[in-house]
């Protein structure tokens, strides 16, 4: 409506706008509306259809407005209306110049990209030129280090030539030299072995004729000699027979001799023996604790540490079922108790199957009376034939000079005290057993005898005879394997893995559970191989790359065990009936 009260509303507000179209003329007014149209019809003009009274409607109603009361606000309204429409353009004009800065400020932009984009495609290509350059100077470098090289070499093969060249020169003069010297030396040799020979021949009467009177002077000499010798060893011989009291001193002094020289070499066999005795360690004992002069001169602070030593418990670290080792303990304290009073040891004989825990036993039973302990088998006595007899009494011999008692352990025993009666065992040693039996047939309070024997049905009958108590060591069961895996587990993987000084970790999982575990799946195995899997953790796990032992290596190596275990088990049962369910009885 703002064309009716005269209001422009063009871009920016200033003038008239254009007048509203007015209807076209009628066709020929003013000379004719198609004058300059030629003979052509005139176009048809869009106002043609024009309607006029709306114009004319519309001028009524701007008068009726004019003279309304409300024209006042209708031109106030109009005004802010106008005045909006101004300000949205102006807003318009602003984002205009905001977009066209915006344009400008990413074409400087652009451009600055494009310049860092060129100064660096610059600085790329002028390093690329550079180290091409630099490719260029050390290639060039290269080639004439090369050049040089060549120069040298084809110089220093010029060098030997000339060197070869000259060595071969001088050899040939030297060999000529001596090819001629000796062809001069092989004539003067010669014209001297021609004019030797010539002399010589010239003078053979006077050359045999010398050597004739040198041969007789040579044999009147000798005649001389011993005519000299032979009357003065007469006159001596004679003399000395003629004199009684050199004869008689003579006789003496020969006869103290002989006596002196077979009393000094009895007297060193027996020291010899007292030494041996006391001083030394006789040849069938494997280990003892017993100390030597040699042990403490050698080990003197390891001795005396083993002189200040306590008494240790007869069962540390030996893991019996309670009926054992009540029983083993009485023997401990009767034993210990046997000591204090000097009175007599008992012999006792342990049976039963291999890794039971014998021996360990016999050498905690020593250290817990306070005595020494000497360990031999009874496998090395038949390989000693003849010497057995004599080695056996030199055992017993060093075993009575004891201060503190001696526990003497024969391991194997079965090996050499069987049955005499028999025809497997040989005259030596039938003969060594009968020592023994000999040295044995009284019980000693300077030592005590142990025997360990895995088929104790051999022995002989003297032999039985000579037992004061019988222990049988039977296979450990369900708890006592389980006490077994705990020690042996904590003693060679659990303390190397926490000390860190070895190459041993251990993988997180439940160690009692996994040891409970181990205890139920060995059924039937020894604490000796109880042991042997212990270690084999330890190296399987020295054998991984990492060093840490888990618990699937655990879970294979006891797997091994028990095939192995089950394995052995059929070799005994094939060695004959029975063995392999109850080997020993109870």
Not at 13 to 32: H, K, N
Not at 95 to 114: D, M, N, T
Not at 131 to 159: G, P
Not at 474 to 490: A, I, N, S, T
Request: charged share 30%; with cysteine.
């Amino acid at each position: 409506m703002s064309w009716l009260f005269g209001i422009n509303k063009g871009p920016k507000g200033e003038g008239a706008g254009p007048p509203p179209p007015l209807p076209p003329a009628q066709p020929g007014a003013e000379g004719g509306g198609d004058r300059g149209l030629g003979d052509r019809p005139a176009p048809k003009d869009k106002w043609s259809n024009f309607d006029p009274t709306g114009l004319e409607r519309a001028a009524k109603a701007a008068r009726e407005l004019e003279h309304s009361r409300y024209a006042k606000d209708a031109l106030n309204l109009a005004q802010m209306q106008e005045q909006t429409l101004q300000l949205e353009q102006q807003s318009k004009l602003k984002e205009y110049e905001a977009a066209v800065e915006q344009l400008k400020s990413e074409q400087i932009r652009a451009q600055a990209e494009e310049r860092r984009k060129t100064l660096s495609e610059e600085t790329r290509q002028h390093q690329a030129r550079a180290q091409y350059q630099d490719k260029l100077a050390r290639q060039r470098y290269e080639d004439q280090l090369k050049q040089q090289q060549l120069l040298n070499e084809e110089n220093l093969r010029k060098q030997e030539e000339s060197v070869q060249k000259q060595e071969a020169m001088r050899r040939a003069t030297v060999e000529r030299e001596m090819e001629l010297r000796h062809k001069n030396e092989m004539l003067r040799v010669e014209a001297e072995a021609r004019a030797r020979a010539k002399a010589e021949r010239e003078n053979a009467d006077i050359i045999r004729e010398q050597i004739r009177l040198k041969a007789a002077e040579h044999r009147q000499t000798v005649l001389e000699s011993i005519r000299t010798a032979g009357t003065l060893f007469g006159e001596g011989f004679r003399a000395f027979v003629t004199d009684w009291d050199k004869v008689t001193a003579t006789v003496a002094g020969l006869t103290l001799l002989a006596v002196g020289v077979y009393s000094a070499k009895n007297a060193t066999l027996v020291a010899g023996r007292f030494i041996e005795a006391r001083l030394g360690k006789p040849s069938l004992v494997r280990e003892t604790s017993r100390i030597t002069v040699l042990e403490a001169l050698r080990h003197p602070i390891q001795v005396s540490r083993r002189l200040l030593s306590r008494p240790q418990d007869a069962l540390e670290g030996v893991v019996l079922s309670p009926s054992l080792e009540a029983r083993v303990r009485d023997i401990a304290i009767a034993t210990r108790n046997t000591k204090k009073n000097r009175s007599l040891y008992r012999n006792i004989l342990m049976y039963g199957p291999p890794g039971t825990g014998k021996t360990l036993f016999a050498k905690k039973l020593a250290l817990h009376s306070g005595m020494d302990y000497a360990i031999m088998t009874g496998g090395d006595v038949a390989p000693m034939g003849r010497e057995g007899v004599t080695a056996m009494h030199k055992l017993f011999d060093w075993a009575n000079t004891s201060r503190r008692g001696l526990l003497l352990f024969v391991d194997e025993a079965d090996a050499f005290l069987r049955k005499r009666a028999t025809e497997k065992i040989s005259e030596d040693l039938r003969a060594t057993l009968n020592a023994f039996l000999y040295r044995t047939g009284q019980h000693s309070n300077k030592f005590m005898l142990v025997l360990a024997s895995n088929q104790p049905e051999q022995f002989d009958w003297a032999i039985n005879d000579r037992i004061n108590e019988m222990v049988h060591f039977d296979l450990p069961g369900q708890e006592e394997r389980e006490r077994l895996v705990r020690m042996y587990f904590d003693e060679y993987v659990l303390k190397p893995a926490t000390e860190g000084k070895q190459r041993l970790k251990l993988a997180q999982f439940d160690y009692g559970r996994k040891c409970s575990e181990v205890a139920r799946l060995t059924e039937g195995m020894s604490g000796r191989e109880i042991a042997q899997l212990a270690v084999s953790w330890q190296a399987t796990a020295y054998a991984s790359e990492d060093g840490v032992l888990t618990e699937a290596m655990m879970d294979t190596r006891v797997q091994d065990a028990v095939q192995q275990h089950q394995q052995k088990m059929c070799w005994l049962k094939a060695e004959g009936p029975g063995r392999g369910d109850e080997p020993f009885p109870s």
